[in-house]
Every structure is written in structure tokens, then in C-alpha cells.
């Protein structure tokens, strides 16, 4: 069996275990569940995508005996595919016009380029949107927000019995909006997060396929506008369960521009003195804001759509070395 196998049979024995880890009843463990698709991703990005089906259906496999059906689905579709999906779009090349880092392709004109992050991106945020609409649907008898109170009160009534049913119908009440678009869109970024810390590792361990990226250059394709566009008309102007079900996809389609308004942030704090101590206490604000992260949001939909970076005065020459931001942030 080649190096390439048994690493990637490794990988998957690493991410079934971080899965299955909060099974093991210690507290950290719990953790480890976020980074589970972090190995598929490591052997995927350095050794192709062979070596992402293997870890996969490893994981799969070893899940299956000791995890259950349901952990299967849940590994299945939430990690082991979504991880699957951006490694093949990651490495796949595309023929496009002459531009910086392209390689050149024999006996052409043409050049060939790295897929753009931006497509990945919108791929798996597609992806997410899919699993929000399956689970309308599986929701359906009952409507999607009925289906969430019903859950949310038995989760409520099992990790706090002891309180009085008005407080936890409030509680409920509270969560009920948008709890599915919640749920996804915190999935949606952990799996970014696991694919861009496996590609920052395996650069520094110059064990990359794919060259460095540069996210602070993020752009997505434009025909990502148009989900969010009818997602949010959807929310607008709907009723029912067709307004909670299109609030709920508007915030996850929301998720890439999310994303290009930090690279819109990264572009301004580089070209200041202080870079390092505004970008951490802009990740200060957004992770105790949601009001912040959506005008995050807003800034990467006006950048999409009008352009911000390309109005954004020259950094000046004086201004590097600390205050520089390596491309792969």
C-alpha cells in the first residue's frame, strides 16, 4: 500500500475519532467535533483527491461500526462531503485569460488557473443552502419553525428541567427565528475554517498542491447575487413558513460576503500604522456582536457589488513589516 494510502486511511481514522471524541464524556472533548474534517482537508489539499475519497469512506466506515446510523448521516453529509467538495474544487485548474500566478499551458495562448476561492466559497455556501432546504422538506407536515420549537423545548426541558414552562417557552421564543440559518451558518464557517487552516499548515510545512491564496484578494462569482437576492425578497415579502424559511437562507447565502467584508477590513487595516492590535480588536467585536458581523455582511455585498479595495488608497511604502498581513489570512 502506497505512503499516499495509508496517510490518508490515517486522516480518516483521525477525523472519525475527533467525531466520535464527545462520546468519551470529557468536557474539552466536545471540541474536538468542530475539526473533525480538518484531516480530510490536510490530505486532500497535499495529496489530491483520491487521498480526500479515502479519508472520507475511512471515516465513514469506522463511524458506521462504532458510531450508529445517525452519526453516519451526520459525518457523512456535514464533514465528510462538504471536505470532499472543497478539496476537489480547490485543486481543479480552469483555462482562463493570462494573469499573475497562472500557469502556463503548453502550445497555448491560454493560461491555466487555480480554481478562485471565491467559487469554492460560494459552492459549499450552495451546499449549506441545499441541507437548510432538505430540512424544510423533511420539515414540511409540520412547517420548518414548528419543527424548531417542538426541539428546542425538549433540548430545553432535558438540560434544564428544573425550569417553570413560561421561562422556557420565552427561551424558545427567543431562539425560534433563526435558529436553523444559526445552525448552518456557524457549520458553514467552521468548515471554511478548517479548509483555510489546513492549507496555512500544509504551506508552512511546504507540503501544498495548491499555492499559496491570497483572501484578501476574495471576490465571489456574480451569480451568487441571485440566490441572496430571491432569499431575501423571500423573507420580505413572503408570509409564514416561506418568510422563516427565506430569513433563515438569507443569512446562510450571507456567509461569502461575510467573508469579503473581512478581506475588505484586512485591506484597510494594512494600510495603518496599528494593523495588529484594530484587526484584533475588530475579531473582539465580532465575535461578541452580531450587529458588527452584519455590517460585515453589508460591506462584503457592497464591495461584490460596487467595489471598496479598488478605490482604497496605496499603502504607504514606509508602512511594512509588522503591519503586513501574510496573503493566506
Given at each position: 500500500?502506497?505512503?499516499?494510502?495509508?496517510?490518508?486511511?490515517?486522516?480518516?481514522?483521525?477525523?472519525?475519532?475527533?467525531?466520535?471524541?464527545?462520546m468519551?464524556?470529557?468536557a474539552?472533548?466536545?471540541?474536538?467535533?468542530y475539526?473533525?474534517?480538518?484531516?480530510?482537508?490536510?490530505?486532500?489539499?497535499?495529496?489530491?483527491?483520491?487521498?480526500?475519497?479515502?479519508?472520507?469512506?475511512?471515516?465513514t466506515?469506522?463511524i458506521?461500526i462504532f458510531?450508529?446510523?445517525v452519526?453516519?448521516?451526520v459525518?457523512?453529509?456535514?464533514?465528510?462531503?462538504p471536505?470532499?467538495?472543497?478539496?476537489?474544487?480547490?485543486?481543479m485548474?480552469r483555462?482562463?485569460?493570462?494573469?499573475?500566478?497562472?500557469?502556463?499551458?503548453l502550445?497555448?495562448?491560454?493560461?491555466?488557473?487555480?480554481?478562485p476561492?471565491?467559487?469554492?466559497?460560494?459552492?459549499?455556501?450552495?451546499?449549506?443552502?441545499?441541507?437548510?432546504?432538505?430540512?424544510?422538506i423533511?420539515?414540511?407536515?409540520?412547517?420548518?419553525?414548528?419543527?424548531?420549537?417542538?426541539?428546542?423545548?425538549?433540548?430545553?426541558?432535558?438540560?434544564?428541567?428544573?425550569?417553570?414552562?413560561?421561562?422556557?417557552?420565552?427561551?424558545?421564543?427567543?431562539?425560534?427565528?433563526?435558529?436553523?440559518?444559526?445552525?448552518?451558518?456557524?457549520?458553514?464557517?467552521?468548515?471554511?475554517?478548517?479548509?483555510?487552516?489546513?492549507?496555512?499548515?500544509?504551506v508552512?510545512?511546504?507540503?501544498?498542491?495548491?499555492?499559496?491564496?491570497?483572501?484578501?484578494?476574495?471576490?465571489?462569482p456574480?451569480?451568487?447575487?441571485?440566490?441572496?437576492v430571491?432569499?431575501?425578497?423571500?423573507?420580505l415579502?413572503?408570509?409564514?413558513?416561506?418568510?422563516?424559511?427565506?430569513?433563515?437562507?438569507?443569512?446562510?447565502?450571507?456567509?461569502?460576503?461575510?467573508?469579503?467584508?473581512?478581506?475588505?477590513?484586512?485591506?484597510?487595516?494594512?494600510?495603518?500604522?496599528?494593523?495588529?492590535?484594530?484587526?484584533i480588536?475588530?475579531?473582539?467585536?465580532?465575535?461578541?456582536?452580531?450587529?458588527?458581523?452584519?455590517?460585515?455582511?453589508?460591506?462584503?455585498?457592497i464591495?461584490?457589488?460596487?467595489?471598496?479595495?479598488?478605490?482604497?488608497?496605496?499603502?504607504?511604502?514606509?508602512?511594512?513589516?509588522?503591519?503586513?498581513?501574510?496573503?493566506?489570512?
Amino acid at each position: 500500500m502506497s505512503k499516499e494510502a495509508l496517510t490518508a486511511i490515517a486522516a480518516g481514522l483521525a477525523s472519525a475519532f475527533a467525531a466520535m471524541a464527545f462520546m468519551s464524556g470529557v468536557a474539552f472533548a466536545l471540541g474536538l467535533v468542530y475539526f473533525a474534517p480538518l484531516p480530510i482537508f490536510m490530505v486532500g489539499l497535499a495529496y489530491g483527491n483520491r487521498a480526500a475519497i479515502i479519508a472520507a469512506l475511512t471515516g465513514t466506515l469506522v463511524i458506521s461500526i462504532f458510531g450508529g446510523m445517525v452519526m453516519v448521516v451526520v459525518f457523512a453529509f456535514l464533514q465528510a462531503t462538504p471536505a470532499w467538495m472543497i478539496v476537489q474544487l480547490a485543486l481543479m485548474m480552469r483555462k482562463s485569460p493570462s494573469s499573475e500566478g497562472s500557469l502556463a499551458l503548453l502550445g497555448s495562448k491560454t493560461m491555466a488557473e487555480w480554481m478562485p476561492p471565491g467559487v469554492v466559497l460560494s459552492a459549499i455556501a450552495i451546499f449549506a443552502a441545499i441541507l437548510l432546504l432538505g430540512s424544510a422538506i423533511l420539515a414540511r407536515e409540520s412547517g420548518l419553525s414548528s419543527f424548531v420549537s417542538l426541539h428546542l423545548d425538549q433540548i430545553f426541558m432535558s438540560i434544564a428541567p428544573r425550569v417553570d414552562t413560561i421561562k422556557r417557552e420565552q427561551m424558545t421564543q427567543v431562539l425560534i427565528p433563526l435558529f436553523p440559518g444559526t445552525v448552518v451558518t456557524s457549520w458553514l464557517i467552521m468548515i471554511t475554517i478548517n479548509s483555510v487552516a489546513a492549507q496555512s499548515l500544509l504551506v508552512r510545512l511546504s507540503q501544498n498542491k495548491r499555492p499559496r491564496i491570497k483572501y484578501i484578494e476574495l471576490n465571489l462569482p456574480n451569480w451568487l447575487s441571485w440566490p441572496l437576492v430571491s432569499a431575501a425578497f423571500l423573507a420580505l415579502l413572503g408570509s409564514g413558513e416561506w418568510k422563516y424559511f427565506g430569513q433563515n437562507l438569507t443569512m446562510v447565502l450571507a456567509i461569502p460576503y461575510f467573508f469579503v467584508g473581512l478581506a475588505v477590513v484586512h485591506s484597510i487595516a494594512r494600510r495603518v500604522t496599528a494593523t495588529m492590535p484594530i484587526l484584533i480588536t475588530f475579531y473582539l467585536i465580532i465575535v461578541f456582536s452580531i450587529w458588527a458581523a452584519l455590517i460585515v455582511a453589508g460591506i462584503g455585498i457592497i464591495e461584490q457589488w460596487f467595489g471598496v479595495r479598488s478605490h482604497l488608497p496605496r499603502k504607504a511604502s514606509g508602512n511594512r513589516g509588522a503591519n503586513d498581513i501574510e496573503d493566506e489570512r
